[in-house]
Nanobody, 125 residues
Framework: QVWLVESGGGLVQAGGSLRLSCVASGLTFSRYVMGWFRQAPGKEREFVAAITWSGGVTNTADSVKGRFTISRDNAKNTVYLQMNSLKPEDMAVYYC??????????????????WGQGTQVTVSS
């Protein structure tokens, strides 16, 4: 059984930083494109960032480019999302996801096979 478990969410003031982690089990982690998505209340789930198997190529949404960085450690089966200069509009539940069907860091939600349960990020102004 595949598990993706996110952690690192919490309450932070605007301008602050958080680092999210997602530990995967039950899959060959190094063969999966990994992504981060978020969903705010009343809104659709949206792409944040994704990273290829090796970590050599990343894709980041324009809304967070220059502030958020995705990375991975295949030895630890973990993908990270470093979030800096947080804004109130970044407040959402953040989900990590794994895709075995692509080789590029795709933003397409339906390309991802497995999803975590999410971690809440709250940004106070």
């Amino acid at each position: 059984q595949v598990w993706l478990v996110e952690s690192g969410g919490g309450l932070v003031q605007a301008g602050g930083s958080l680092r999210l982690s997602c530990v995967a089990s039950g899959l060959t982690f190094s063969r999966y494109v990994m992504g981060w998505f978020r969903q705010a209340p009343g809104k659709e789930r949206e792409f944040v960032a994704a990273i290829t198997w090796s970590g050599g190529v990343t894709n980041t949404a324009d809304s967070v480019k220059g502030r958020f960085t995705i990375s991975r450690d295949n030895a630890k089966n973990t993908v990270y999302l470093q979030m800096n200069s947080l804004k109130p509009e970044d407040m959402a539940v953040y989900y990590c996801a794994a895709s075995s069907g692509v080789v590029i860091p795709t933003p397409r939600t339906n390309a991802y096979n497995y999803w975590g349960q999410g971690t809440q990020v709250t940004v106070s102004s």
